[in-house]
């Protein structure tokens, strides 16, 4: 919701927009291709991402986080509140290779929460912050700017900078998950070395998805103060 057409038309605004808009389609292409490709590539070990993601858990000391299957197409996620890990339906059923890394970069995710890593422990807490922020920032910046309140538009440029800060918190947040499943994997014996390489496929190309995200919510903030600014020395 950042109303562009509010703003002397689109050309600003893809100006801003566009490259991350461009990267953002590409990597949602890269983790599909990617999983579709190694979704079909059965494990050596025919485990399905459920029972690997369980044995990393258990291997972990985290038999109280449980496993459940989650609808929708890559609704993968880790659910630190209730400490409970949800996977898609492609994903808890299926021993594919990218079921087995999906699955067990989502344990990272546990993992993590039972480390008590920091970034993560941040981010659970700015969330319901960034919920807000998300849908209001834009509603009190496009009042702020077209009354003329540039205290009110600036309020709006903060609070939709959380989002910013959020995408940018869960970068770091990802890659780790990342990097825990893929050493979990590479020495646990579940997943062979000629196996590892689809792991990572699918794995790198979901990461950049983050990095397109954060560039998105960077550009837009940088969208907004720009039109500030450029009111301000006219």
Excluded at 28 to 57: D, E, W
Excluded at 171 to 182: C, T
């Amino acid at each position: 919701m950042y109303y562009p057409f509010l703003f002397g038309g689109y050309g600003l605004y893809l100006l801003f927009s566009l490259p991350a808009l461009i990267l953002g389609l590409w990597a949602q292409f890269k983790v599909q291709s990617a999983f579709s490709k190694y979704s079909r590539v059965r494990t050596m070990s025919g485990l399905s991402g459920a029972q690997i993601a369980r044995r990393m858990l258990d291997m972990h000391g985290l038999q109280d986080v449980r496993i459940e299957q989650a609808g929708g197409f890559l609704s993968d996620h880790y659910d630190p509140r209730a400490k409970v890990l949800r996977l898609s339906p492609e994903v808890y059923s299926s021993p594919s290779v990218a079921a087995a890394g999906v699955a067990a970069h989502e344990a990272g995710h546990a993992i993590q929460d039972s480390q008590a890593y920091a970034m993560l422990q941040l981010r659970t807490a700015i969330v319901p912050t960034v919920q807000i922020g998300s849908w209001l920032g834009p509603i009190i910046f496009v009042l702020g700017f077209l009354f003329q309140a540039d205290s009110i538009a600036w309020l709006g440029v903060g609070l939709f900078g959380l989002t910013a800060l959020f995408a940018l918190i869960t970068l770091p947040v990802e890659i780790d998950a990342s990097n825990r499943a893929k050493k979990w994997l590479a020495t646990s014996g579940i997943i062979y070395n000629q196996e590892m390489e689809g792991v990572r496929s699918v794995l790198d190309a979901a990461a950049l998805t983050y990095v397109a995200a954060a560039i998105q919510a960077i550009t837009t903030v940088l969208y907004y103060v720009f039109l500030l600014m450029g009111r301000r020395r006219d």
